[in-house]
């Protein structure tokens, strides 16, 4: 499952652990077989708004306040149960290394869990993510816009999982004009999500491959979130 771990250390003994026992791990980030988000990577991968240069962002839900969601001992809080999924995108669609993170952040005081974060990546390629995090919303809210140097792209759902990315780009004729394109999930929510991602694991233990999101991809996310946190504690930017 996401995240490999609460803390990164611990997605490093997994790690660690695997590659002693030759054995092949994938961290479960399904968010990324949801079609909006797959139709939003691969418009970025083939160049619709040029170099990308920023991303900004939501993710946020209801108030966590019961249960292992509340605690942070036991991963509770936004960041783990989903924000991230937010940083998995991030890096994901950045395609970069991160080399700087800054961060301010407000923790509950009853649960003393994260309450509400917002953050900034900088990557190795220039390009810069921020983001907003938070437990405070009356229903899941989500949001992402992408800026280009040839055109930008925005994300927004239109159901539960449901979403219509919006191109516009001064390259890529058809979206020469704002253009909105619904990704919509038409089978079982798990069909869609789960079972290809099982797949995808299955042929690269039987094909002896590095699975689609690796160990090394979710230590990545974990090491981000760290970042995050120490951030938010100190005050000043993280080098990673």
């Known amino acids: 499952e996401k995240p490999l771990g609460i803390i990164e250390s611990e997605a490093a003994q997994i790690e660690k652990a695997a590659a002693k026992a030759g054995v092949c791990v ?79 952040m407000r923790h509950r005081p009853d649960t003393g869990a994260d309450e509400a974060t917002a953050f900034q990546i900088r990557f190795d390629s220039g390009v810069l993510a921020q983001g907003l995090v938070t437990q ?28 219509e990315v919006e191109v516009q780009s001064t390259v890529a004729p058809e979206y020469a004009q704002p253009t909105k ?33 690796g160990v090394g991809a979710g230590r990545q996310v974990l090491r981000v979130i760290d970042a995050i946190f120490a951030s938010g504690k100190a005050g000043q930017a993280v080098r990673l």
């Open 26 to 104: 994938e961290a479960g980030y399904s968010f990324r077989r949801l079609p909006g988000w797959e139709r939003a990577h691969a418009l970025l991968r083939a160049g619709a708004i040029g170099e990308m240069v920023a991303m900004t962002g939501t993710f946020s839900f209801p108030p966590m306040s019961t249960g292992w969601a509340a605690s942070p001992d036991t991963g509770g809080g936004p960041w783990c149960f989903a924000g991230s999924h937010l940083i998995d995108q991030r890096l994901w669609y950045a395609d970069a290394a991160p080399v700087e993170v800054y961060a301010q």
């Open 136 to 163: 405070t919303e009356s229903a899941l809210a989500y949001r992402l816009d992408v800026r280009g140097r040839k055109g930008n792209l925005n994300l927004r759902p239109i159901g539960f999982l449901d979403f």
């Open 181 to 213: 394109l619904r990704a919509l999930i038409t089978d079982d929510v798990r069909m869609v999500m789960h079972v290809p991602q099982l797949q995808s694991f299955a042929a690269a233990i039987r094909e002896r491959h590095e699975p689609a999101i």
